[in-house]
């Protein structure tokens, strides 16, 4: 299976967290938000356009070293949120307001723009609404960036690059554990998490508060 | 007190209309209160086994005692993370050990009492459908119930919320016709004699007392969702208020309306018939409201069992996700997000229950429904009281600018209360089982409950030397993970810049 045709990392969540296939099912649509959400975060402060710090006992989202903006609408949008800000969030918060903000389709639209997957409308008659579903223009293409992580876990023969290492927590947080790890060696989960441990602080940071929130959500409920 | 500023951002804006008011965690604890099961399963036979008419004072007390239990408790709540599971209000006041301790307790007695509930929908249902021609025993009707609520419970929580909502608007309108219509055909007036103090006494009160405890259970909830409601310091207090004070109302209502109807004199006797409110309800209303009233009360227990599945798989997925049980019971449905592993746990232990108890012939009613419900009573009341007392231990070291009501009175007044409850329940255990005193089962189940704190705080202090990170995560609940990497890399929670 090709590699993914593009290096960003919202993109390969999505279609590991929200593009179901034979391999694995589509994850529920708030967690999928939140997944899709810390990706986000995760690529704007690898690229040094946000970042991560703590401050008075909550980890905090700031506006980033890099000053250049980002090229993309989708990290222009959220870092403009951020800056917009008067006093800058938590985590968690960023998290939460990813989700219902339907980050998800803000995604997929951006997608669509790129050529990675289709829009179509369906109307119902009997919900008397129209329907918008994605989907992915190659299917090949859309099974790459779980095929990629699995042959990395598989072979196990060198360090996996920080944005796959990002892409493995957010695999796991969001429950996909079981098509990722299926039937791979079994040193596999040893050696992806050697790459989860040593994340950098503030990418530990979102990958710890997406645990939290995932699970907050099954305590809870989709409220 | 002032209202919450208003948000100032257009996120904030949009995180604040998706947080929860009074009314929504009111509408999800009322979804985990039954009525109808506490009123025609156990109110009836609290005057069985009591001998006495004051089950509307037992109510009364309960409700007291639950009311300033909540002040403290919900006031500890705005202070600490995984706020709805009392043992980690426990890890937090009196340290982890106890917590763990709590927690293998707490896990044991809402698994008995959701359990226990499959004897009294079985026994229900055999009646009903025998008279609608259909034999089949007990034990069939509770397996197609448990099967409801095992595929129920594995699917997300909003949906259960939703069909529990329906069942309780129901249950409470026909509560509240029932109790009208017995206070509109009284035998000797109306009597206050069931409120007076001397209407509840002796060892019966005990049983009364443990069994009005169980009632309540499901108060507790609001606190769950702390970090959605829109005001945490007032709108949890409000909700939690509001349950007890609406559950309250309708168990005193209703308890005291079928005294109305039957007579002071009278109602112990004629408690001997199990389906006394809708025997009731026949004479004053019509046949056809016992058979409504019996199906809805079939209704109920289903959703009880399901509301106390419910709050059991969350109980396990927590302690899963702390590691602190076997950490697979952590995992979640990919598509819906319940916590489908502790939800079929849950499930198999009620199945097995059931087949056991099917097997070795036992009754449904009093050796599944009574010994099993009423021994996770004593559980439930001893976690409410090692609770209050970690409210009150938590709030002596500190008071976090809580009022002195709210951090040193009420929960002192509450411990006090919870205590003498705990006392009478344990001592009079024996009453509340129907055996005679000094026989073996009202001495074996709070040996086993101290043994599995035993056992609960033994494993605590084997992870305090063997895994100090999962030890540091007790009591976090969702948020354990957070506090492990930090152990982990022995910084303190929340610090990241320089890790």
Known sequence: MPDAPTPRLIYDAFLITAHHDFYKPAVSPHVSGLGLGAALLAELVISGHLAVHAQGGEDLVFPGPRGQPPQDSLGLWLVELVRSEQDQLAVPQWLEYLAIADVQTKTAEHMVVAGLLLRSERRSRWLQRTQVSYEAADALIAQAPLARMRRQLSTMDQRMPLVDAFLLAVTEAVGLSKPLYSQLPSGARDYADGHLRVLPAPLQTLRGHLIAAVADNAITGNL | MSAPPAPSSVVQSALARDKLGTLSLLHFSLTAATPLTVIAGGVVVMFAIAGQIGIPLGYVIIAVSLWLFSVGYTAMARHISNAGAMYAFIARGLGRVPGVAAAWVAATSYCALQASLYGLLGITAEGLFARAGLELPWWAFALAAWLLVGLLGTRAVDINAKVL???????????????????????????????????????????????????????????????????????????????????????????????????????????????????????????????????????????????????????????????????????????????????????????????????????????????????????????????????????????????????????????????????????????????????????????????????????????????????????????????????????????????
């Not at chain 2, 129907?434 to 001495?443: A, D, H, K, M, W």
């Not at chain 2, 705080?457 to 957070?482: F, N, Q």
Request: with cysteine; aromatic share 8%.
């Open chain 2, 165 to 499: 909502a329906i069942l309780l608007a129901v249950e409470v309108a026909v509560i509240l016709l029932f109790s009208v219509s017995n206070f509109a055909h009284p035998a000797d007036g109306l009597s206050f004699a069931p409120l007076s103090p001397t209407a509840l006494g002796g060892e019966a009160a005990g049983a009364v007392l443990a069994l009005a405890v169980i009632g309540f259970i499901g108060f507790e909830s609001p606190t769950v969702y702390g970090e959605e409601a829109k005001d945490r310091k007032r709108t949890v207090a409000r909700a939690t208020l509001a349950t007890i004070g609406i559950l309250a109302f309708i168990y005193i209502a209703a308890s005291w309306s079928i005294i109305t109807a039957v007579g002071d004199d009278n109602v112990v006797a004629a408690s001997a018939d199990p389906d006394l409110m809708f025997t009731l309800a026949g004479e004053q209303l019509g046949s056809a409201w016992v058979t409504i009233g019996q199906v809805l009360l079939l209704t109920s227990v289903t959703a009880a069992s399901l509301s106390f599945h419910n709050t059991t798989a969350r109980y396990l997925f927590a302690l899963g996700r702390e590691q602190v049980v076997f950490s697979w019971l952590g995992r979640t449905s990919v598509r819906t997000c319940a916590p489908v592993a502790a939800s079929i746990t849950q499930t198999v232990v009620g199945g097995l229950v059931i087949v056991l108890w099917a097997v070795l012939g036992l009754d449904p009613l009093v050796h599944l429904f009574y010994y099993l419900g009423t021994s996770s009573g004593i559980g439930l009341i001893a976690l409410i009281l090692t609770c209050g007392i970690a409210v009150v231990v938590y709030f002596a070291r500190d008071r976090r600018d809580e009022s002195l009501w709210a951090s040193r009175i009420a929960p002192t007044l509450a411990v006090l209360a919870m205590a003498g409850v705990m006392y009478l329940s344990v001592a009079h255990f024996h009453t509340l089982l129907g055996v005679e005193q000094g026989s073996l089962l009202p001495r074996l189940v709070p040996i086993l409950f101290a043994v599995l704190a035993l056992l609960g705080a033994g494993w605590a202090a084997y992870l305090k030397r063997g895994r100090p990170e999962v030890y540091a995560g007790i009591g976090h609940g969702a948020k354990a993970p957070l506090v492990q990497a930090a152990e982990r890399t022995a910084v303190p929670v929340g610090v990241t810049g320089d890790r």
